[in-house]
């Protein structure tokens, strides 16, 4: 069971590009989630998906955009990159949207932009 | 508005020893479920240990094992017989129950062999 893939690993972007941060989970689980983690400010929620077909928006999702088209899948999408979007993105997914329920992590994809 | 304080950025203890780390929040919910994530040099984020906010008592893991105090908001968590593996990244996560964990700002901790 591979839990949580993400791609590409790291990737280097000039601005102003549009890039699709790849996230697919093997578990079945109904929630998904994509946390950006900066340093000294911990991870901080971008958007989130409680079931296929439905999204919604987190802490700071201005300039990104998701699709939750199947229960594996949960795109994130970068329409213009600028360098304050230079991060580690992590996608999670949970089996319940509830908050009972742990969140399990992907390996995250280090993103830069110039 | 829900925050979450780690107000521990460094640690360091020597192998064996005991160490905690402090986590204190902030919120109206009275329901709510808190977490200690550890985030390795691999940087893959890894549950710690869950707690109940409903619960009076305190969770423990193994070596892992958390002080709750609810009036007091406040999460800490105590790694006993420290070992080379704990050196990490360590994130308080409460889930107030608003789609999303809220993280603190994490406490590097390294065991010094």
């Known amino acids: 069971i591979a839990g949580i893939t993400q791609a590409p690993t790291s990737q280097i972007l000039a601005a102003g590009r549009r890039m699709t941060l790849r996230c697919t989970q093997d578990?079945?689980?109904?929630?998904m989630y994509w946390y950006r983690q900066d340093l000294g400010l911990g991870l901080r929620l971008i958007h989130y998906?409680?079931?296929?077909?439905?999204?919604g928006k987190g802490e700071v999702p201005d300039g990104y955009s998701v699709s939750r088209a199947n229960t594996d899948d949960f795109p994130l999408t970068l329409a213009s990159a600028v360098p304050s979007q230079t991060s580690v993105y992590f996608c999670?997914?949970?089996?319940?949207?509830?908050?009972?329920?742990?969140?399990?992590f992907g390996p995250g994809t280090r993103l830069t932009v110039t | 508005a829900q925050t979450v304080t780690q107000s521990q950025p460094e640690m360091s203890v020597q192998e064996a020893e005991t160490v905690t780390l402090s986590c204190t929040y902030d919120t109206s919910e009275s329901n709510y479920y808190l977490f200690w994530y550890k985030q390795p040099p691999s940087r893959q984020m890894i549950l710690v240990i869950r707690q109940e906010a409903y619960k009076q008592q305190n969770a423990t893991e193994n070596r892992f094992s958390v002080n709750f105090q609810k009036a007091a908001k406040s999460f800490s968590l105590k790694i006993s017989d420290s070992q080379l593996g704990d050196t990490a990244m360590y994130f308080c996560a409460p889930n107030f129950g608003n789609e999303k964990l809220t993280f603190g700002t994490g406490t590097r901790l390294t065991i010094i062999p």
């Open positions: 999670a997914s949970s089996d319940s949207p509830g908050s009972y329920y742990e969140q399990y």
């Open positions: 578990m079945r689980h109904n929630a």
């Open positions: 998906s409680n079931t296929a077909g439905t999204t």
